[in-house]
């Protein structure tokens, strides 16, 4: 029998099809409408269980969600973005399907999904950063999402990097999240553009049509000075959280998604030799975490989702 995987995003609810291999086999998609409340958000998850059903019973169902999620007593903790507050959404779909689902954060099932089948495959343990409009952080140890007593577990992206720093949306300031996430890179291109009209910059910003997380990156391979002075600040900021992450859990592999991780090798390899010199131990032991990019794209959130209604 197969397993079920659902993706619940802010905009969209994607499913699929996945057998006990992690292979997906079939898929779909269907608004979110999280401005219609969180039994409509109910309705649309039951209702995609339905089309993706095809005459076929499930062995298991998995959903990722954003937020805290509480798995044991089946309930979404909290997900500002889609108004779910201490929403018991284990009950819903049990009520409209007769599937009781498994839960989970969406960082933490991509980050399953990436252990089991994707970049971290047959390694020890697996953590995935994505480097999006936050950072969020999936950390999975011997084949099991790290997820603490309440489920909240694994916001790495919530660590003071710099005492005193930058605001994060947390509440806190000096989290990586405000120096790593391509929110924070595109802050800190507009600030050096600002401060260097000369810079090649302003023309790879005008041609693309907006100032995003590629500007500093291809201003550097023309040349520019300016450019590559943001993409090493950036890689030394992300490099710090990075370090951290490695000297605290010793990974086999640490995978990186997002649209700042597209960059691939131009910001791997900077970052691989800026953690080695900072591990602890780095000098002199023999292996060292893996730093590479993540090969499910959004895949990873409905494999990671039917893993879990497996485990």
């Known amino acids: 029998m197969n397993y079920l995987g659902i993706d619940l995003g802010g905009t969209n609810i994607k499913g699929g099809v996945v057998n006990r291999a992690g292979e997906l086999l079939r898929e779909a998609s269907r608004p979110t409408n999280a401005a219609q409340g969180p039994d409509a958000i109910a309705d649309g998850i039951a209702a995609l269980i339905r089309e993706l059903e095809a005459g076929e019973t499930f062995a298991g169902v998995g959903l990722g969600c954003p937020g805290t999620v509480d798995d044991e007593n089946g309930e979404v903790v909290c997900a500002f973005n889609l108004g779910l507050i201490h929403y018991a959404l284990r009950d819903a779909i049990r009520e409209r399907t007769g599937y009781s689902i498994r839960l989970g954060n969406d960082a933490n099932i991509a980050a399953l999904a990436e252990a089991a089948v994707g970049a971290g495959k047959g390694a020890h343990s697996t953590v995935v950063i994505t480097l999006g409009t936050g950072v969020g952080c999936g950390v999975v140890l011997e084949g099991r999402m790290l997820t603490g007593w309440t489920g909240a577990a694994s916001e790495l992206g919530h660590m003071v990097i710099a005492e005193g720093g930058a605001p994060c949306t947390c509440g806190r300031r000096g989290c990586f999240e405000a120096y790593a996430s391509a929110t924070a890179l595109i802050r800190m291109t507009r600030e050096t553009m600002d401060a260097q009209p000369e810079s090649a910059m302003h023309a790879v910003a005008k041609a693309n049509g907006a100032v995003d997380g590629r500007t500093a990156f291809a201003a550097k391979e023309r040349g520019d000075a300016a450019g590559a002075e943001v993409v090493r600040q950036y890689v030394k900021y992300l490099a710090a959280g990075v370090t951290n992450v490695v000297n605290i859990?010793?990974?086999?592999?640490?995978?990186?998604?997002?649209?700042?991780?597209?960059?691939?090798?131009?910001?791997?390899?900077?970052?691989?030799?800026?953690?080695?010199?900072?591990?602890?131990?780095?000098?002199?032991?023999?292996?060292?975490?893996?730093?590479?990019?993540?090969?499910?794209?959004y895949q990873a959130g409905i494999i990671g989702a039917a893993l879990l209604a497996q485990q």
Not at 278 to 295: A, D, S, W
């Open 249 to 297: 859990f010793f990974p086999e592999v640490i995978a990186f998604s997002g649209g700042v991780a597209n960059q691939g090798e131009a910001l791997l390899a900077p970052l691989r030799e800026e953690v080695r010199r900072q591990e602890f131990g780095g000098r002199y032991v023999r292996r060292h975490t893996r730093l590479v990019g993540c090969e499910l794209g």
